[in-house]
């Protein structure tokens, strides 16, 4: 695996694979001295041109993890409000020595391009409304994690934005090329234009799917961005998607509540609802160390078993 | 020999900047070979996009017209989109002046609305006198129907003109970068739906109806709008249309690879819609091929998609990718294929020295080209400026052996003479 830019690079097999490799790191970040040697005299750059806290956080921190020396590079400080290219900045930084470029861009398909433009590994943190590779490895790694390896017939419901939702396109693939059934559940507005490449179903009724799904999965409502005719207000929103503490006690016992963060308490999910035992939201955090470990180490590593 | 008079085997001798003689065994002081070649009337382009002034980095009206002319083009109209805009008759005229020094006719569109903000009357009547006949706000749509409305009442008054529209509604396509449907929701590019151009053409032929006035669109892309177009002739109504090649040859699928090379305003689209625009081509709802050149430096689309310029090259590939896929594959029979790219957008324009026929005491603009000649589209051979061609790499037939433009031979054996 050269560079990861979206889950359609994986398939069924290489999502497992990452899964077991991440499990192996798991184990090595709950060590008294959370660090192995593997990567190094590596090192990984982080290059964001969007503002990102967690997932800059958890790649930064996976590499160190690693023994990756790494690099940062955001927008707010840089060369770009000098006016350079992405191509130059890009290829400056793997000048500098870059093994690795993490790559956050608001538009679709940067990573993309930054792999036609560099010798050095891409890995796609978030592109645009496109992809967020890892943050479904993530959650299908938690999911794994409480449900067993096999996801064959878990029904998942993922609830918000899915038009503009990154995490969406990638987290309903990865969940569908492990056997899960996927149901969207927004309003039409939210809803993808086209349902082509999309393997789920969808639903405009939040209460009709939750009696059925064994996962809630609820997506950051972007209402800072947020087109006012996209949906009328956030009460609104809350009445008919939010998970509100109402909804979750009509929930079976069993099923989980996920987010991807940062949340809006009080909007797509109630703060009670966050924190019953129900919600692994702040494991998907842990978890997301361990997978962006195993990713940095397939791409970069010697392929050898992790001790 | 092809022209609207139809088709024969014949010399033309040429002298001054006219057609003197059509027959055979005619001789002259200079002879171009045309053998194995079609002669016909020169090509004619409703819709190139110079840069010039403003854009000088990325197309000059000299390069933009030596591509023309190697393209077999003998006059080109050149969009108003520039900095500062042609809605003003000395930009106009500078535009004019440097197109007169060129190897192809420039005929310069003026603006239907000053700064082509959709909002006050550009001065039309001052352009008019300056010889523009094509009016448009190309590259932005005349999103009121209101301030439409005006431009086609005022425009009924000058003698020959035409106003040509961008349809795309900016409140449905404005915050999209491809075409919305499968591949947008797949690669999570915001969307410019189909129906955000045909709203415009729909509201655009009844405003036509309501005025009496001529509508041209601009680069027709869907199957909607193409049948909405059919149906306004239908009914009597003074409509005309284009198509560009890469609304026949490319589709939204192309998107995928994230190069912008392929973003295009509107933008390239589904199977169903190039099929729908070869079918209006061949019954002849769609009167015009024109290019849409938009000639951009190589900076600007060594971009993320989203945020690179849309546009793309098209003056010397247009023939060959109407041989290619139109003619060859049996669409078009090549007197209709020369029809959309020389008489019938010469009417359109009212270039009356360009677009045939072919005769004693015509003007001499002619496109000499071999139909079966197999040639690689090599980006940076092209004589524009510009390397922006979605093309690259790919083999196409037909090419062009010589330009004669009013008398003199402005391309010979594919060179450019100037």
Known sequence: MKHLLSIDDLGRAGIIELCDLAASFLEVTQREIPKVPALRGRTVASVFYEDSTRTRLSFETAAKRLSADTMSFGVSASSVKKGESLRDTVQTIEALGADALVVRHRCAGAPHRVAGWVDAAVVNAGDGRHEHPTQALLDVFTLRRHRGPDLDGAHVGIVGDVRNSRVARSTTKALAALGAKVTLVAPPTMLPESLDGWPAATSCSLDAVLPDVDVVYLLRIQHERQDATVFPSLREYTTRFGLTVERATHLRDEVLVMHAGPMNRGVEIAPEVAETPRSVITEQVGNGVAVRMAVLYRILGSGAPVA | MVDQNGDRVADVLVAGDRVVDVGTGLAGDRELDASGCVVAPGLVDLHVHLREPGMEDAETVETGARAAALGGFTAVVAMPNTTPPQDDPAVVAAVLAAGARSCCDVHAAG??????????????????????????????????????????????????????????????AGAGHMHEGDWS???GIPGRPGAAEDTIVARDCILAGLTGARVHFLHLSTASAVELVRNAKARG?????????????????ACASFDPVFKVNPPLRTDADVAAVKGGLADGTIDAIATDHAPHRTEAKEQPFEEAPPGMLGLETALALTMSELVEPGALTLPQALERLSWGPATIAGLADHGGPVQAGSVANLCVFDPTERWVVDAERLASRARNTPYAGRELCGRVRHTVLRGCAVVVDGEAQR
């Open chain 2, 111 to 172: 603006a239907i609305t000053k700064g082509r903000d959709g909002r006050e009357l550009a001065p039309m009547g001052e352009l008019h006198a300056l010889g523009v006949r094509v009016f448009t706000d190309d590259g932005a749509c005349v999103d009121s129907a209101g301030v439409m409305r005006a431009a086609l009442e005022y425009a009924s008054s000058l003698p020959g003109a035409v106003v040509a529209q961008h349809a795309e509604d900016a409140t449905l």
């Open chain 2, 185 to 187: 929701s797949r690669l």
């Open chain 2, 237 to 253: 109504l003074p409509v005309t249309a284009e198509a560009a090649p890469h609304h026949f040859t490319l589709t939204d699928a």
